[in-house]
């Protein structure tokens, strides 16, 4: 969301990943603070961006970049249908669809 939208709120970020506003401001910080997301304050608002060119952290990952990640997720999943059921709790988690595998 905050790749696509640098002018989402925390209230709709929180709302679209099943959290409190507290908590998506705490994982706003620690992405700030990893250097991942960059946060440029507008008036009264904050506008965040995706640092795309942030290397991963994990061993084995560290040559990657965020970027290629995102890339690599969205050739995975098709974030608008995620996005479309986000909170649902017919869909379980926060981000995956359920299967569309029948059990026989």
């Known amino acids: ?3 696509r939208d640098p002018n989402v709120t925390v209230r709709d970020l929180a709302q679209s990943i099943g959290v409190t506003e507290r ?14 997301v960059n946060v440029r304050r507008v008036g009264r608002r904050n506008l965040y961006s995706v640092n795309l060119e942030q290397k991963l952290r994990r061993a084995g990952y560290r040559e990657s970049t965020v970027g290629e990640l995102l890339a690599a997720l969205h050739a995975m999943v098709d974030i608008d249908e995620v996005e479309r059921h986000a909170g649902d709790p017919r869909y379980g988690s926060r981000t995956t669809p359920p299967s ?5």
Not at 100 to 104: F, Q
Request: charged fraction near 25%.
């Open 23 to 36: 908590s998506a401001t705490n994982i706003l910080r620690d992405l700030r603070d990893g250097g991942f």
């Open 100 to 104: 569309t595998d029948s059990v026989e």
């Open 1 to 3: 969301m905050l790749a």
